[in-house]
C-alpha cells in the first residue's frame, strides 16, 4: 500500500458553511487534498452552533469538517484581497455555497479569476442555480425536499414526513465531491480548468429518478406508504413478540415462494390468488400483513431472525443511534476511529471507500482561525503585515492567531 493519496499536492480553498460545501470538502480533505476553510472570526460558519452534542461541540460541524485548516477572513474587506489573490495563486479547487453573486461581488466568481488563473477549477453550490425565477430564493433543505418532490411521497397516507437527515444537502455534496474530481481528472489531459455548478434541487431530483419515472406522462405517482415499500409487498417492518422491530424485504417471486414455506409454514399462500403476483400482494397487503404478523408476534425476533436467515430472505434490524455506534459489522470491518477536536478526542468512521493502494488522510476538526497565522506566514506576510490588517479592520482582535473578521453572506 502506497503513503500518497490520489490528492496529494491539490489545494482546495473553500467559503463554505452548513452542509453541502462543507460534506464536499471534506471527502477531498480525505482523499489527500489540503483543504483550507474560510471562516468568519469569532462565529466562523454557522453549523459549529446547531448544538453541543460532541463534547460540547455541533454534531453537524463535527461530522463535515474533519482533516481541514480553518482560516478567519472578512472577505468583504478592500485588505482581504492582498490575501485572497496569494491563496488563490496556490489553490486547485475553489469552493464555494454563498449567498447568489457573493462571489461576483468580491471578483472571486470563475468569469472573473479564469484569465489569470487558467487552470483553477471552481465548483459553485447553490440552491437553484444562478439564473431563472428561483435564482434568489433562499434553499433550505427541507424546502429543496418539498420543492422536489420529496416530501410527496415520503411518509404515510394521512401525513408527508421529511426524511430525518439532510438529503438535499448530502445529494448536493456528493454531485460536487464526484463533479470536482471529475475535473481535476479532464485539467490532467486539458491543462485548463472549469466551472461547475451544482445545485440543491437538481441533486435532489437525481436522487427521485424512480417516483419520477413511475409517474411518467401523468400517470398516479408512488402513494406515501410509511415505512411500506409503495410498489413491492412484503417489503417494509414487522414486530416480534418481545417487541423488536424487523424490517423485510421480498425481491420476486422466488423468494415469495420460499418465505411462504420456510418462514410462514403456509406452502399454500404460494399459489392464493390474492398472494401470487407482486401487483396482487401489494394491493391486498393489509390481509397478507396480518397473516404475517400473526406468526412474528408469536416468537422472538432472535426466532424470526433465525427463520429468515434459514430462507435467505432479506432482513434488517431497525437500529437507533446507539445501536449502529456498535453495530457487529462496522466494528468487523475496523471502521471506527479516533478524532482530535479542539474539545478532547471523539470516536468518528473512516470514509465508506476503502482502496487497496492508500488510505484515507484523516486528521483533526479545526478549531476557528486555527491555521490563520500560519497560512498567512506561508504566503509570506511578515509580522508587520499580518499586524497591519488587524489594527486597519477597525475591530479588536484578542489574538493575532484569531485571524480577521469574516462577515460571510447568509447560506443560499
Not at 75 to 95: C, G, M, N, P
Not at 241 to 257: A, F, N, Y
Not at 283 to 291: M, S, T, Y
Request: glycine share 6%; hydrophobic share 40%.
Amino acid at each position: 500500500m502506497t503513503q500518497t493519496a490520489p490528492l496529494d499536492g491539490i489545494t482546495v480553498l473553500s467559503f463554505e458553511h452548513a452542509i453541502a460545501a462543507p460534506l464536499c470538502t471534506r471527502q477531498l480533505a480525505e482523499l489527500g487534498a489540503r483543504v483550507i476553510k474560510i471562516e468568519r472570526r469569532k462565529v466562523g460558519d454557522f453549523s459549529r452552533h446547531y448544538d453541543e452534542r460532541v463534547k460540547g461541540q455541533s454534531s453537524h460541524f463535527v461530522w463535515t469538517n474533519r482533516s481541514k485548516q480553518s482560516f478567519t477572513l472578512d472577505i468583504k474587506h478592500e485588505l482581504s484581497q492582498e490575501i485572497l489573490q496569494r491563496l488563490i495563486s496556490k489553490t486547485d479547487v475553489l469552493v464555494q455555497n454563498l449567498a447568489p453573486n457573493a462571489m461576483v461581488k468580491i471578483g472571486l466568481d470563475y468569469e472573473s479569476l479564469k484569465e489569470r488563473h487558467d487552470k483553477l477549477i471552481v465548483c459553485n453550490i447553490s440552491g437553484y442555480g444562478s439564473e431563472g425565477p428561483y435564482q434568489n430564493k433562499k434553499a433550505y433543505d427541507l424546502l429543496v425536499q418539498a420543492e422536489a418532490g420529496f416530501l410527496s411521497v415520503t411518509g404515510t397516507e394521512r401525513d408527508m414526513v421529511k426524511a430525518g437527515i439532510s438529503v438535499a444537502d448530502t445529494a448536493a455534496g456528493m454531485q460536487a465531491f464526484a463533479a470536482i474530481l471529475a475535473a481535476i481528472i479532464q485539467r490532467g489531459k486539458t491543462g485548463k480548468g472549469s466551472k461547475i455548478d451544482i445545485t440543491m434541487l437538481e441533486a435532489m431530483v437525481e436522487w427521485m429518478g424512480y417516483p419520477l419515472f413511475y409517474s411518467y406522462e401523468g400517470a398516479p405517482p408512488p402513494a406515501r406508504m410509511g415505512t411500506d415499500h409503495a410498489t413491492i409487498y412484503p417489503y417494509g417492518i414487522f414486530s416480534t413478540r418481545d417487541e423488536k422491530v424487523i424490517l423485510v424485504g421480498l425481491q420476486h417471486e422466488r423468494e415469495w415462494g420460499i418465505f411462504c414455506r420456510i418462514v410462514l409454514e403456509k406452502p399454500g399462500l404460494v399459489d392464493d390468488t390474492r398472494f401470487a403476483t407482486n401487483i396482487a400482494r401489494s394491493e391486498n397487503r393489509e390481509h397478507l400483513r396480518e397473516i404475517i404478523e400473526e406468526l412474528f408476534c408469536s416468537l422472538s425476533a432472535e426466532q424470526v431472525c433465525a427463520k429468515l436467515d434459514e430462507a435467505d430472505i432479506a432482513f434488517a434490524n431497525v437500529n437507533d443511534m446507539e445501536a449502529v455506534w456498535n453495530h457487529p459489522q462496522l466494528n468487523a470491518l475496523k471502521r471506527l476511529v479516533t478524532t482530535s477536536t479542539p474539545k478532547g478526542v471523539i470516536t468518528s468512521f473512516k470514509p465508506p471507500a476503502n482502496n487497496s493502494e492508500f488510505e484515507p488522510t484523516l486528521s483533526a476538526i479545526p478549531g476557528l482561525g486555527e491555521h490563520t497565522q500560519p497560512i498567512l506566514e506561508e504566503l509570506e506576510f511578515n509580522a508587520d503585515e499580518i499586524q497591519r490588517f488587524y489594527s486597519c479592520l477597525l475591530y479588536t482582535s484578542p489574538s493575532p492567531r484569531d485571524g480577521l473578521l469574516a462577515r460571510m453572506p447568509s447560506s443560499a
